[in-house]
Protein backbone atom coordinates (compact mmCIF):
# COMPACT_ATOMS: atom_id res chain seq x y z
CA UNK A 1 0.00 0.00 0.00
CA UNK A 2 2.65 2.55 1.06
CA UNK A 3 4.58 1.71 -2.12
CA UNK A 4 1.35 2.56 -4.36
CA UNK A 5 0.78 5.51 -2.32
CA UNK A 6 4.58 6.64 -3.33
CA UNK A 7 3.88 5.97 -7.05
CA UNK A 8 0.89 7.86 -7.17
CA UNK A 9 2.75 10.87 -5.52
CA UNK A 10 5.28 10.48 -7.86
CA UNK A 11 3.26 10.61 -11.22
CA UNK A 12 0.72 13.51 -9.88
CA UNK A 13 4.31 15.65 -9.44
CA UNK A 14 5.32 14.68 -12.90
CA UNK A 15 1.48 15.30 -14.04
CA UNK A 16 1.63 18.86 -12.07
CA UNK A 17 5.28 19.82 -13.39
CA UNK A 18 3.91 18.65 -17.26
CA UNK A 19 1.00 20.89 -16.97
CA UNK A 20 3.07 23.67 -15.48
CA UNK A 21 5.25 23.61 -18.76
CA UNK A 22 2.98 23.41 -20.75
CA UNK A 23 0.14 25.64 -19.50
CA UNK A 24 2.06 27.83 -17.04
CA UNK A 25 4.83 29.74 -18.06
CA UNK A 26 2.99 32.28 -19.83
CA UNK A 27 0.60 33.44 -16.75
CA UNK A 28 2.45 36.44 -15.75
CA UNK A 29 1.54 38.01 -19.21
CA UNK A 30 -1.65 36.33 -19.07
CA UNK A 31 -2.68 38.35 -16.53
CA UNK A 32 -0.67 41.58 -17.39
CA UNK A 33 -3.66 41.00 -20.41
CA UNK A 34 -6.25 41.22 -18.27
CA UNK A 35 -4.77 43.96 -15.80
CA UNK A 36 -4.67 46.23 -18.72
CA UNK A 37 -7.83 45.13 -20.22
CA UNK A 38 -6.46 43.31 -22.99
CA UNK A 39 -3.46 44.43 -25.30
CA UNK A 40 -4.93 45.18 -29.17
CA UNK A 41 -2.81 44.46 -31.84
CA UNK A 42 -0.39 42.62 -29.92
CA UNK A 43 1.89 39.86 -31.07
CA UNK A 44 0.86 36.70 -28.13
CA UNK A 45 1.79 33.78 -30.75
CA UNK A 46 2.38 30.75 -28.72
CA UNK A 47 0.84 32.03 -25.72
CA UNK A 48 0.22 29.28 -23.62
CA UNK A 49 -2.26 29.38 -20.59
CA UNK A 50 -4.96 27.39 -18.86
CA UNK A 51 -7.96 28.41 -17.92
CA UNK A 52 -7.38 32.23 -18.87
CA UNK A 53 -9.93 34.75 -16.90
CA UNK A 54 -9.91 37.58 -20.22
CA UNK A 55 -13.60 38.14 -19.91
CA UNK A 56 -14.05 41.73 -21.74
CA UNK A 57 -10.95 41.74 -22.90
CA UNK A 58 -9.72 44.33 -25.74
CA UNK A 59 -8.21 41.65 -28.18
CA UNK A 60 -9.09 43.40 -31.46
CA UNK A 61 -6.29 42.85 -34.71
CA UNK A 62 -4.30 40.40 -32.09
CA UNK A 63 -2.37 38.14 -33.28
CA UNK A 64 -2.92 34.59 -31.26
CA UNK A 65 -2.24 31.92 -33.90
CA UNK A 66 -1.22 28.40 -32.51
CA UNK A 67 -2.01 30.23 -28.92
CA UNK A 68 -3.19 27.45 -26.19
CA UNK A 69 -5.88 28.50 -23.68
CA UNK A 70 -7.93 25.36 -22.54
CA UNK A 71 -10.81 26.64 -20.91
CA UNK A 72 -10.52 29.84 -21.04
CA UNK A 73 -13.19 32.40 -20.34
CA UNK A 74 -13.27 34.73 -22.96
CA UNK A 75 -16.85 36.11 -22.80
CA UNK A 76 -18.09 39.74 -23.65
CA UNK A 77 -14.19 39.77 -24.91
CA UNK A 78 -13.72 41.70 -28.58
CA UNK A 79 -11.79 39.38 -30.87
CA UNK A 80 -12.77 41.44 -34.06
CA UNK A 81 -9.77 40.70 -36.67
CA UNK A 82 -8.07 38.77 -34.02
CA UNK A 83 -5.64 36.46 -36.01
CA UNK A 84 -6.31 33.20 -34.11
CA UNK A 85 -5.72 30.54 -36.81
CA UNK A 86 -4.53 27.05 -35.41
CA UNK A 87 -5.40 28.38 -31.64
CA UNK A 88 -6.45 25.52 -29.04
CA UNK A 89 -9.63 27.11 -27.19
CA UNK A 90 -10.79 23.47 -26.59
CA UNK A 91 -13.93 24.23 -23.75
CA UNK A 92 -13.34 27.96 -23.55
CA UNK A 93 -16.28 29.86 -23.09
CA UNK A 94 -16.87 32.66 -25.76
CA UNK A 95 -20.32 33.52 -24.74
CA UNK A 96 -21.24 36.99 -26.50
CA UNK A 97 -17.59 37.83 -27.95
CA UNK A 98 -17.21 39.55 -31.27
CA UNK A 99 -15.54 37.54 -33.90
CA UNK A 100 -16.17 39.67 -36.49
CA UNK A 101 -13.35 39.00 -39.60
CA UNK A 102 -11.47 36.61 -36.98
CA UNK A 103 -9.72 34.32 -39.10
CA UNK A 104 -9.84 30.65 -36.91
CA UNK A 105 -8.91 28.84 -40.02
CA UNK A 106 -7.71 24.93 -38.27
CA UNK A 107 -8.58 26.34 -34.68
CA UNK A 108 -9.56 23.86 -32.22
CA UNK A 109 -12.89 25.00 -30.60
CA UNK A 110 -14.40 21.85 -29.74
CA UNK A 111 -17.08 22.19 -27.05
CA UNK A 112 -16.83 25.69 -26.83
CA UNK A 113 -19.45 27.73 -25.55
CA UNK A 114 -20.04 30.55 -28.36
CA UNK A 115 -23.62 31.11 -27.39
CA UNK A 116 -24.65 34.86 -28.93
CA UNK A 117 -21.25 35.51 -30.77
CA UNK A 118 -21.34 37.86 -33.49
CA UNK A 119 -18.80 36.95 -35.94
CA UNK A 120 -19.63 38.20 -39.54
CA UNK A 121 -16.96 37.33 -42.21
CA UNK A 122 -15.00 34.83 -39.16
CA UNK A 123 -12.98 32.43 -40.79
CA UNK A 124 -13.29 28.65 -39.37
CA UNK A 125 -11.62 26.65 -42.44
CA UNK A 126 -10.97 23.19 -41.29
CA UNK A 127 -11.73 24.25 -37.65
CA UNK A 128 -12.45 21.26 -35.27
CA UNK A 129 -15.86 22.62 -33.92
CA UNK A 130 -17.56 19.26 -32.79
CA UNK A 131 -20.24 20.08 -29.77
CA UNK A 132 -19.66 23.49 -29.92
CA UNK A 133 -22.37 25.18 -29.29
CA UNK A 134 -23.18 28.31 -31.36
CA UNK A 135 -26.79 28.72 -30.61
CA UNK A 136 -28.42 32.11 -31.26
CA UNK A 137 -25.21 33.55 -32.59
CA UNK A 138 -24.72 35.46 -36.08
CA UNK A 139 -22.11 34.37 -38.20
CA UNK A 140 -23.61 36.04 -41.92
CA UNK A 141 -20.91 35.46 -44.51
CA UNK A 142 -18.82 33.48 -42.16
CA UNK A 143 -16.41 30.31 -43.71
CA UNK A 144 -16.75 26.82 -42.19
CA UNK A 145 -15.34 24.96 -45.34
CA UNK A 146 -14.47 21.71 -44.50
CA UNK A 147 -14.78 22.37 -40.73
CA UNK A 148 -15.68 19.24 -38.41
CA UNK A 149 -18.70 20.15 -36.81
CA UNK A 150 -20.24 16.88 -35.38
CA UNK A 151 -22.81 16.97 -33.17
CA UNK A 152 -22.69 20.82 -33.08
CA UNK A 153 -25.56 23.15 -31.70
CA UNK A 154 -26.56 26.29 -33.64
CA UNK A 155 -30.25 26.32 -33.09
CA UNK A 156 -31.89 29.92 -34.35
CA UNK A 157 -28.07 30.50 -35.88
CA UNK A 158 -28.05 33.59 -38.18
CA UNK A 159 -26.25 31.98 -40.74
CA UNK A 160 -27.39 33.78 -43.84
CA UNK A 161 -24.65 33.42 -47.05
CA UNK A 162 -22.07 31.25 -44.58
CA UNK A 163 -19.82 28.70 -46.56
CA UNK A 164 -20.33 25.16 -45.43
CA UNK A 165 -18.87 23.64 -48.07
CA UNK A 166 -17.43 19.78 -47.66
CA UNK A 167 -18.49 20.19 -44.04
CA UNK A 168 -19.23 17.87 -41.65
CA UNK A 169 -23.01 18.67 -39.73
CA UNK A 170 -23.45 14.84 -38.76
CA UNK A 171 -25.75 15.31 -36.26
CA UNK A 172 -26.18 18.99 -35.77
CA UNK A 173 -28.87 20.67 -34.46
CA UNK A 174 -29.64 23.55 -36.84
CA UNK A 175 -33.41 23.98 -35.57
CA UNK A 176 -34.96 27.20 -37.00
CA UNK A 177 -31.78 28.51 -38.40
CA UNK A 178 -31.03 31.06 -41.31
CA UNK A 179 -29.68 29.24 -43.66
CA UNK A 180 -31.05 31.77 -46.84
CA UNK A 181 -28.08 32.02 -50.31
CA UNK A 182 -25.98 29.52 -47.54
CA UNK A 183 -23.13 26.81 -49.19
CA UNK A 184 -23.68 23.51 -48.18
CA UNK A 185 -22.60 21.89 -51.38
CA UNK A 186 -21.26 18.16 -50.91
CA UNK A 187 -21.50 18.78 -46.37
CA UNK A 188 -22.89 15.89 -44.66
CA UNK A 189 -25.93 16.20 -42.99
CA UNK A 190 -26.85 13.11 -42.08
CA UNK A 191 -29.49 13.19 -39.39
CA UNK A 192 -28.90 16.41 -39.34
CA UNK A 193 -32.09 18.32 -37.62
CA UNK A 194 -33.23 21.66 -39.62
CA UNK A 195 -36.88 21.47 -38.76
CA UNK A 196 -37.85 25.19 -39.47
CA UNK A 197 -34.81 26.14 -41.27
CA UNK A 198 -34.64 29.09 -43.66
CA UNK A 199 -32.49 27.25 -46.39
CA UNK A 200 -34.24 29.40 -49.35
CA UNK A 201 -31.74 30.05 -52.30
CA UNK A 202 -29.14 27.48 -50.44
CA UNK A 203 -26.81 25.40 -52.33
CA UNK A 204 -26.99 22.01 -51.16
CA UNK A 205 -25.58 20.38 -54.96
CA UNK A 206 -24.82 16.73 -53.94
CA UNK A 207 -25.11 16.81 -49.77
CA UNK A 208 -25.21 13.57 -48.22
CA UNK A 209 -28.64 14.03 -46.23
CA UNK A 210 -29.98 10.92 -44.83
CA UNK A 211 -32.38 10.73 -42.51
CA UNK A 212 -32.08 14.53 -42.52
CA UNK A 213 -34.86 16.25 -39.89
CA UNK A 214 -36.50 18.92 -42.71
CA UNK A 215 -40.25 19.14 -41.44
CA UNK A 216 -41.55 22.77 -41.76
CA UNK A 217 -38.40 24.36 -43.46
CA UNK A 218 -38.59 26.45 -46.37
CA UNK A 219 -36.37 25.36 -49.17
CA UNK A 220 -38.04 27.80 -51.83
CA UNK A 221 -35.45 27.95 -54.26
CA UNK A 222 -32.81 25.53 -53.02
CA UNK A 223 -29.97 24.07 -55.31
CA UNK A 224 -30.41 20.03 -54.30
CA UNK A 225 -29.08 18.43 -57.54
CA UNK A 226 -27.83 15.14 -57.07
CA UNK A 227 -28.29 15.14 -53.24
CA UNK A 228 -28.64 12.19 -50.77
CA UNK A 229 -32.19 12.79 -48.93
CA UNK A 230 -33.05 8.82 -48.24
CA UNK A 231 -35.66 8.67 -45.24
CA UNK A 232 -35.51 12.37 -45.20
CA UNK A 233 -38.33 14.30 -42.91
CA UNK A 234 -39.70 16.36 -44.83
CA UNK A 235 -43.03 16.72 -43.78
CA UNK A 236 -44.81 20.19 -44.62
CA UNK A 237 -41.41 21.74 -46.03
CA UNK A 238 -41.16 24.52 -48.42
CA UNK A 239 -39.68 23.10 -51.73
CA UNK A 240 -41.31 25.94 -54.53
CA UNK A 241 -38.90 26.10 -57.36
CA UNK A 242 -36.74 24.08 -55.51
CA UNK A 243 -34.00 22.24 -58.21
CA UNK A 244 -33.96 18.62 -57.30
CA UNK A 245 -32.84 16.96 -60.45
CA UNK A 246 -31.40 13.83 -60.00
CA UNK A 247 -31.39 13.80 -56.23
CA UNK A 248 -32.15 10.00 -54.41
CA UNK A 249 -35.70 10.86 -52.33
CA UNK A 250 -36.28 6.96 -51.33
CA UNK A 251 -38.44 6.51 -48.52
CA UNK A 252 -38.85 10.10 -47.99
CA UNK A 253 -41.23 11.88 -45.67
CA UNK A 254 -43.34 14.49 -47.72
CA UNK A 255 -46.20 14.51 -46.59
CA UNK A 256 -48.04 18.07 -47.08
CA UNK A 257 -44.70 19.39 -48.87
CA UNK A 258 -45.24 22.11 -51.18
CA UNK A 259 -43.34 21.45 -54.17
CA UNK A 260 -44.96 23.45 -56.87
CA UNK A 261 -42.89 24.51 -59.80
CA UNK A 262 -39.89 22.26 -58.72
CA UNK A 263 -37.83 20.48 -61.33
CA UNK A 264 -37.74 16.84 -60.14
CA UNK A 265 -36.47 15.64 -63.28
CA UNK A 266 -34.97 11.90 -62.76
CA UNK A 267 -35.22 12.15 -59.04
CA UNK A 268 -35.82 8.84 -57.52
CA UNK A 269 -39.10 8.90 -55.16
CA UNK A 270 -39.44 5.39 -55.08
CA UNK A 271 -41.68 4.30 -51.87
CA UNK A 272 -41.94 8.28 -51.10
CA UNK A 273 -45.04 9.22 -49.03
CA UNK A 274 -46.59 12.07 -51.00
CA UNK A 275 -49.70 12.52 -48.93
CA UNK A 276 -51.32 15.79 -49.32
CA UNK A 277 -48.23 16.91 -51.35
CA UNK A 278 -48.49 19.67 -54.49
CA UNK A 279 -46.38 18.93 -57.13
CA UNK A 280 -48.65 21.48 -59.42
CA UNK A 281 -46.33 22.86 -62.18
CA UNK A 282 -43.40 20.65 -61.50
CA UNK A 283 -41.14 18.92 -63.86
CA UNK A 284 -41.30 15.82 -63.34
CA UNK A 285 -39.69 14.31 -66.40
CA UNK A 286 -37.70 10.97 -65.93
CA UNK A 287 -38.84 10.77 -62.42
CA UNK A 288 -38.68 6.87 -60.53
CA UNK A 289 -42.16 6.55 -58.40
CA UNK A 290 -42.46 2.78 -57.80
CA UNK A 291 -44.05 2.07 -54.61
CA UNK A 292 -44.46 5.88 -53.63
CA UNK A 293 -47.52 6.86 -51.55
CA UNK A 294 -49.76 9.01 -53.72
CA UNK A 295 -52.93 10.32 -51.60
CA UNK A 296 -54.37 13.30 -51.81
CA UNK A 297 -51.40 14.65 -54.21
CA UNK A 298 -51.61 17.15 -56.67
CA UNK A 299 -49.47 16.06 -59.66
CA UNK A 300 -48.93 18.31 -62.64
CA UNK A 301 -51.45 16.47 -64.10
CA UNK A 302 -54.11 16.71 -61.37
CA UNK A 303 -55.32 14.88 -58.20
CA UNK A 304 -53.87 11.49 -57.87
CA UNK A 305 -55.60 9.70 -54.96
CA UNK A 306 -54.47 5.92 -56.31
CA UNK A 307 -53.30 4.74 -52.77
CA UNK A 308 -55.38 6.11 -50.11
Known amino acids: MRKFLKIFIAVAILLAAFAGWLFGYDEARVRALKADNGCPGCDLREISSLGADLQGADLIGTDLRGATLWWSDFRGADLRDAKMSSANLWWSDLRDAKLDDTVLDGASLGRANMRGVRGAGAQFKLADMSGTNLSDGSFPRASFYRAHMLQAFMTKTDL ?109 LATADLTDAVLSNANMSGVFMDGATLCRTLLPTGMDNSNC
Open 160 to 268: RGADFTETNLHGVNMTGANLAGAKLAGASLTGTILASANLTGADLRGARMADVKLHGADLTGADLRKAELPLAKMAGAILRGANLADANLTWADLTGADLSGANLSNAN
